[in-house]
């Protein structure tokens, strides 16, 4: 299978749903971009078994082919943002143009934001991060530096160290 890249949020050719019980991440879906051959082939029973499970074809969208009720242990180590509350939905003016222009960090675009650290697909540390993201957003817009230098850049930085565990940049 060759996922074909496409558009936010698909930009990376499929789009996965986990789950977390008791402290383990769990894949449960794949969503995956390929192409109209293998759609094709999938369509005609003929396409791959991903972890003992068949995939179907979902008529809507970009990432039509599924794979459903996975419920595989993900051993994934490393860090996942969760965000909720998107806070640039309005236009928005002035300074805080600037501040989302010239900041790519996933963690601006949220009013409420979680890290979970995993160790092999073991949940070992969830942390709200939500009040210091506020604190960096308010610091930065009253910051003196301007959006986009390397000062800038520099403090934005500084300030995701000291918030995240991990470099989600």
Known sequence: MNPQTGLT???????????????????????????YQEQLLIA???GPVLMGVSERVDPEGSL?????????????????????DYIY?????GRERQL?????????????VHELIFEAGQ??????CSKAMAQARVHLLGEQ????????QAELTRLMSQTFCMDYA
């Open 9 to 35: 949020p698909d930009r990376r050719g499929f789009v996965c749903v986990y789950r977390i019980a008791e402290g383990v991440l769990f894949l449960e879906r794949v969503r995956l971009g390929l192409s």
């Open 123 to 128: 949940l070992v540390e969830a942390r709200d």
């Open 89 to 93: 939905a309005l236009p928005l003016e």
């Open 145 to 152: 530096l301007e959006p986009g230098t390397p000062a800038w």
């Open 100 to 112: 989302r222009e010239n900041t790519s960090h996933p963690a601006f675009e949220w009013g409420a």
């Open 44 to 46: 005609a029973g003929r």
């Open 64 to 84: 039509r082919v599924v794979f459903s009720g996975l419920q595989a242990r993900a051993a994934f180590s490393g860090g996942v943002l969760l965000g909720s």
